[in-house]
């Protein structure tokens, strides 16, 4: 359940937040949405691929953080290991929300940073303020609003990248077959990556019309990042590993 409420320096001057990343905080999670303009950042460490929005039936970039539903591989005893946080990590429990203004007379809806005050990561007497003593905002919440504006864009961004992708038939489904160390075997499904010899068979216009829009490297990035596929694998054969010299 979530308890979302517009964040305000008077209701909420004693509130905070605490830091890092634990289990039992929400981010047990084998996947997290991204956005093209993070993707420099995460082919570093995370396979980035596609799914499709079940809502909206459009196609979505995400990263792997897991092989099964529940289960977070950077997600470890000491928080969160990986150099680079996916903003929609970053940001909980934060969230942006729209607020109905009239400005000369036409309706507009203005961003307002919302936070779910349910979440487990929330406090009143431990963690990082989110306003300073006289009212302003601290530096937490200055990185969070930017943090959700970019948010903000990213899913614009997404919308139209999806939209080309799916227009020059870039995209195909693919399931991934792995076998760990212990000798389980198990397939990934449900996901979708670049078609490369799509890619190549493209024409000089289709190509500059990608370029054009920033979004030609963001698909090369995301062929870049599948090799991390492997290294999500050995996370989850030294997790296995570690868990059974525990129980010996």
Same mark, same amino acid.
């Given at each position: 359940?979530?308890?979302?409420?517009?964040?305000?320096?008077?209701?909420?001057?004693?509130?905070?937040?605490?830091?890092?990343?634990?289990?039992?905080?929400?981010?047990?999670?084998?996947?997290?949405?991204?956005?093209?303009?993070?993707?420099?950042?995460?082919?570093?460490?995370?396979?980035?691929?596609?799914?499709?929005?079940?809502?909206?039936?459009?196609? %979505? @970039? $995400?990263? &792997?953080?897991?092989?099964?539903?529940?289960?977070? #591989?950077?997600?470890?005893?000491?928080?969160?290991? /990986?150099?680079?946080?996916?903003?929609?990590?970053?940001?909980?429990?934060?969230?942006?929300?729209?607020?109905?203004?009239?400005?000369?007379?036409?309706?507009?809806?203005?961003?307002?940073?919302?936070?779910?005050?349910?979440?487990?990561?929330?406090?009143?007497?431990?963690? %990082? @303020? $989110?306003? &300073?003593?006289?009212?302003?905002?601290?530096?937490? #919440?200055?990185?969070?609003?930017?943090?959700?504006? /970019?948010?903000?864009?990213?899913?614009?961004?997404?919308?139209?990248?999806?939209?080309?992708?799916?227009?020059?038939?870039?995209?195909?489904?693919?399931?991934?077959?792995?076998?760990?160390?212990?000798?389980?075997?198990?397939?990934?499904?449900?996901?979708?990556?670049?078609? %490369?010899?799509?890619?190549?068979?493209?024409?000089?216009?289709?190509?500059?019309?990608?370029?054009?829009?920033?979004?030609?490297?963001?698909?090369?990035?995301?062929?870049?990042?599948?090799?991390?596929?492997?290294?999500?694998?050995?996370?989850?054969?030294?997790?296995?590993?570690?868990?059974?010299?525990?129980?010996?």
């Amino acid at each position: 359940m979530t308890n979302h409420a517009l964040l305000d320096n008077i209701t909420h001057k004693d509130l905070k937040i605490l830091p890092g990343y634990r289990t039992g905080q929400g981010f047990d999670i084998s996947t997290a949405r991204v956005f093209p303009i993070e993707f420099s950042d995460l082919q570093m460490e995370y396979p980035i691929v596609l799914t499709r929005n079940k809502e909206t039936g459009h196609f %979505e @970039p $995400v990263v &792997l953080l897991g092989l099964t539903g529940d289960e977070n #591989l950077f997600l470890g005893p000491q928080g969160w290991d /990986a150099l680079y946080i996916p903003l929609a990590i970053e940001r909980q429990p934060f969230l942006i929300g729209f607020q109905e203004t009239t400005e000369s007379g036409i309706p507009q809806r203005q961003p307002v940073v919302h936070i779910d005050m349910d979440h487990p990561k929330i406090s009143m007497t431990e963690g %990082e @303020p $989110v306003f &300073l003593t006289h009212g302003g905002e601290s530096p937490l #919440l200055e990185r969070i609003s930017s943090v959700l504006m /970019a948010i903000h864009q990213g899913n614009e961004i997404n919308q139209v990248f999806s939209k080309l992708l799916v227009g020059l038939d870039l995209i195909e489904s693919s399931s991934m077959e792995f076998t760990l160390a212990n000798g389980e075997k198990h397939t990934l499904t449900g996901l979708h990556i670049i078609n %490369e010899d799509r890619l190549r068979q493209l024409n000089g216009d289709a190509l500059e019309s990608l370029h054009q829009q920033g979004l030609l490297q963001s698909i090369y990035m995301m062929l870049a990042s599948l090799p991390n596929f492997r290294k999500l694998i050995d996370r989850k054969n030294a997790l296995l590993k570690s868990q059974g010299e525990a129980g010996t």
